[in-house]
């Protein structure tokens, strides 16, 4: 098990931070997006969709330490190459929306995708799957959540795609 990387948006409610979850959940992935780059597919989906938010009790950690979240959502995103090329997937932004605040995104960069993925390249006709964990308040206390994503793939021919999705959280 990796140690978890914790990062805060600054300013905000909301923190994410990447850690281990189960990648054999019997959840069905839900698709979220194709993104094309000259022949080359790359599906992306999280499991399970939509998240359901956990009630810390006690409140969960953030970057710090501190016990300052009310909720805790785990989500991994399986990013596939559809196609015979392979790729690297260089980030991961997510930016969460509560009851109309959109909240700073949040970047995953590739050294932090490699820390728990083990890597960040994909073969051809593969899949990786970067587990994350959020922890977040929303200012009513609702634990429900819009996260959007959007990933910086390169292909092994050096073609920049960037895949994007939505999922929520109840």
Same mark, same amino acid.
């Given at each position: ?12 409610? @909301? ?16 698709? @979220? ?31 710090? +330490? ?16 559809? +196609?015979?090329? +392979? ?13 109309? $605040?959109?909240?700073?995104? @949040? ?7 490699? +820390? ?18 959020? $922890? ?12 959007? @994503? ?21």
């Amino acid at each position: 098990m990796t140690k978890p990387l914790r990062a805060a948006l600054a300013g905000v409610f @909301l923190a994410m931070s990447v850690a281990c979850a189960d990648n054999n959940s019997a959840t069905a992935p839900s698709g @979220l997006t194709s993104a094309s780059s000259n022949g080359t597919t790359f599906n992306v989906s999280v499991r399970p969709s939509p998240i359901t938010a956990t009630r810390c009790n006690p409140q969960c950690a953030g970057e710090s +330490g501190s016990g300052s979240f009310a909720f805790s959502a785990t989500m991994t995103i399986a990013v596939e190459d559809a +196609g015979a090329v +392979g790729a690297t997937v260089n980030s991961v932004t997510l930016t969460a929306t509560a009851e109309g $605040v959109t909240f700073a995104p @949040l970047t995953f960069s590739s050294d932090d995708i490699r +820390g728990q993925a083990g890597t960040t390249h994909i073969d051809g006709h593969a899949t990786l799957s970067i587990p994350l964990t959020i $922890v977040y308040n929303t200012p009513s206390g609702n634990p429900n959540l819009g996260v959007s @994503l959007s990933l910086q793939i390169t292909d092994d021919r050096t073609n920049q795609v960037t895949a994007t999705g939505q999922v929520n959280v109840i």
